[in-house]
């Protein structure tokens, strides 16, 4: 199949730093500021209409780099376009008006709703806004998206709050809240690592049903990988916020390049018989992001590191066809 | 294989306000000595009471109210909390999934080690810390972390501190609740490997809960697939995976996405899980259940075994009696 792929979104050398903050004595004795660097030059395309996964392990900067795209945080370097358009530094009304565009659903969905708003009004809320619908043509469109998401009787539902849901329920309200504006690009943060294992592939298939209806993007945040090989179309692999991999969803699988990534499909548990199957691991934990390792950030970690990795950082190139890596292995 | 755990009809409940939760209502196992026996289920189905029962650990308004639990030809829930305190650690011990909540964060791991050795045992110091040292280099961790406190560990670490903890007394049964759940990938696996490498060399039995069935795949022999309190299947790792009797089962294992599964599609479980307080009558899955029939909605299927393949579903119940 050959599709028109058009770039949506993209990041151009983004960082983001976070100077570390310190307790007053400390801050007497040691004048020097120390940054986290959460987000450390990322570049990515993300195309239309596909779903885009990045994972990696917990503290590798994929929460910064969402909310980096969809402007919820300020970089402190590089840049980001919408369409072609340079996002980076946008402001005020025009800000304002991208949002409808570009939305984001958190992981936790207890602490992104508020407690005293009723359901159908968290849900309307966003249309008011921006000025799209108020009243009962607003209380019709949030109708209609409560059936979508199968939260039905859709009037009762309307009427209920946050904490007369369950998990799943509540995460489908935070789905349609995202959705109402019919937005281009949904950042979804591990929209389902919270809710319990039965309902999981409910809400995935929700996500999936709903992304064909509305033609939306989405960049899909998860440290599992089973659940990216799933839904997404493509895959970013991130290490100390930077990303190490990034290839199609089959491609990464079937053909990783990268070691840390090797590492990590090769970490996956793997139901069936116990056959001592050989395992690719990593010695140690992902070191500190505020003094990140020279050279390749995984070299003191790596077991096939060569003279090169600690001196020099590799960069993200194009080894195969839309296979890219970075590791000087190759 | 020698038996070294038999639960028969366990019933755990809490009497709350709202009414009696029947947590576990009923459960029959056994685990033999050597063996690690994986125990999964929904969020609510009752594995960390099952756990924590083990150990008399579990909390008022929670009380065992019948049934038994024969280790190593003791019936444990006669036992005094005097008496269980002597069994607790030393015969069977237990790792959570939050290390912080068991540690003592003003005590610095190697003091924590050799205390609880001290509690049992009637050694001197020196001999506690020698023990102690060697427990951590089992788990990974260098001699010179023995003064530092939880809080300097990453969360793996501390993980493997409570491991090292858990097998410090060289018990026969340890009971992992959700060991992994916090940790990621990588470190999981390292964790999962540490396991069981040591039951091969201590010939130690791993209860290991999980709601993750990969995980406990890793490691686990024969795995229990619990329902809102009941047993409802229990086969070998294999069998459960290539040949589930169970439609919770199947279930379950379609609704996980798996890295290598055999089904295209992801499913879900239809519906949600029960209020333990008034479950669904006869059959408690019959609600969800695309093979449900009359007899499911009003009367409790028994457990029935093929070989060593137990199953509660009336599917079984007439076929092979
Ligand atoms: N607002 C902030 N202030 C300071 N440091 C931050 C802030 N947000 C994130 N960080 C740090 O930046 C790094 C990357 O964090 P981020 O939340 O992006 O990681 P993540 O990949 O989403 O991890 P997880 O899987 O745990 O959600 C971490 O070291 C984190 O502690
Ligand atoms: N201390 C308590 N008081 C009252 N009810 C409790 C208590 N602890 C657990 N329960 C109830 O008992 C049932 C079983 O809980 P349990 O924690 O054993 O389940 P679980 O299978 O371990 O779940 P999870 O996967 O969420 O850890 C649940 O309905 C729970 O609400
Ligand atoms: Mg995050
Ligand atoms: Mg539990």
Redesign the interface.
Known sequence: MIRMSRVIISAINLTKYFPVQRGFLERLISRKLEYIRAVDGVDLEIKEEETFALVG??GCGKTTTGRLLVRLLEPTGGDIFFRGIRITHIKGEELRKLRRHLQIIFQDPYASLNPRMKIGDAIGHPLEIHDIAKGREKRQIVLEMLEKVGLTPAERYYELYPHQL?G?ERQRVVISRAMILKPDFIVADEPISMI???????I??LMVDLKKEFHVTYLFIT?????A??ISDRIAVMYLGKIVELATTDEL?SNPLHPYVK????????????AERE?L??RG??PSPINPPSGCRLHPRCPFKIRICSKEEPKLLEKERGHYVACHLY | MKCLLNINELKVYYFTRRGVVRAVDGVSLNISRGEVLGLVGESGSGKSTLGISLLGLVPPPGRVVGGSIIFDGIELTKLSADEFAKIRGRRISMIFQDPMTSLNPLMKIGDHLMETIMIHENIPKNEARERSIKALEEVGIPPERFNDYPHQFSGGMRQRVMIALAILLNPDLIIADEPTTALDVIVQAQIIDLLNNLRKQYNMSILLISHDIGVVSEIADKIAVMYAGHLVEMADVDVIFKDPLHPYTSALLRAVPLIESKYEKLYYIPGSPPDLVNPPKGCRFHPRCPHATDICRTREPRTVSIEDHIVKCWMYCDTYE
């Open positions: 392990e917990t369950s799943g319990d294992v039965s309902l999981r592939a409910k995935l298939e440290h599992d990988l089973a659940t090989k799933y699988f590492a990590l499909i090769s970490a996956i548990p793997r139901p069936g018989p116990k395992r691991l990593l934990e992902i």
